[in-house]
T-cell receptor, first 111, second 114 residues
Framework: EDKVVQSPLSLVVHEGDTVTLNCSYEVTNFRSLLWYKQEKKAPTFLFML????IEKKSGRLSSILDKKELSSILNITATQTGDSAIYLCAVAGDSGYALNFGKGTSLLVTP | KAGVTQTPRYLIKTRGQQVTLSCSPI?????VSWYQQTPGQGLQFLFE???????NKGNFPGRFSGRQFSNSRSEMNVSTLELGDSALYLCASSLAQPTYNEQFFGPGTRLTVL
């Protein structure tokens, strides 16, 4: 059975700090790993990582896929209060277009 | 380009009733997936449709069903509602061809079963 585990489950940091969120997976026939940000609404797409694209960056956010360790990290530098959200990791595997989500990391950035 | 839309946004039903939720994907997207999100289980995959065909199905009872129309709009139906069906139901659309693409989520339908 496919499995996606995120850590930590929750995190509280001060504005300006750098955070690293972790995602590990066990999936049959890995296709891609996706990161989403969810505030009080629908998840918003951040990055998609595949075998041909293992590193992505957008502004203060970046993500790396480690295919050997079956894991990924999401880094957020110079955090802002607007970064407070639940960050979800999802993996697409042998089931094709079904995303298997982790439970998420709840990030709170305090002023 | 308009995003994924879902209707209704909120719904209150009683046990035993049935409900139909609707999803309109981003223009040009032919794949529609449905997810259930609850505080305890997180986001769980229900099913995925492409060109009116169900390609994948999650581990949910047969009370949960769906369909997709020729214009890619999709509906999901839950019959004989149970208290545990209270959740946020999210729909996501994707280009899906020729390779796997990212899924974009709609705002969700909040279903409360009393």
């Amino acid at each position: 059975e496919d499995k996606v585990v995120q850590s930590p489950l929750s995190l509280v940091v001060h504005e300006g700090d750098t955070v690293t969120l972790n995602c590990s997976y066990e999936v049959t026939n890995f296709r891609s790993l996706l990161w989403y940000k969810q505030e009080k609404k629908a998840p918003t797409f951040l990055f998609m990582l595949t075998s041909s694209g293992i590193e992505k960056k957008s502004g203060r956010l970046s993500s790396i896929l480690d295919k050997k360790e079956l894991s990924s990290i999401l880094n957020i530098t110079a955090t802002q209060t607007g970064d407070s959200a639940i960050y979800l990791c999802a993996v697409a595997g042998d089931s094709g277009y079904a995303l298997n989500f982790g439970k998420g990391t709840s990030l709170l950035v305090t002023p | 380009k308009a995003g994924v839309t879902q209707t209704p946004r909120y719904l209150i039903k009683t046990r035993g009733q049935q409900v139909t939720l609707s999803c309109s994907p981003i223009s040009g997207h032919r794949s529609v997936s449905w997810y259930q999100q609850t505080p305890g289980q997180g986001l769980q995959f229900l099913f995925e449709y492409f060109s009116e065909t169900q390609r994948n199905k999650g581990n949910f009872p047969g009370r949960f069903s769906g369909r997709q129309f020729s214009n890619s709009r999709s509906e999901m139906n839950v019959s004989t509602l149970e208290l545990g069906d209270s959740a946020l139901y999210l729909c996501a659309s994707s280009l899906a061809q020729p390779t796997y693409n990212e899924q974009f989520f709609g705002p969700g339908t909040r279903l409360t079963v009393l």
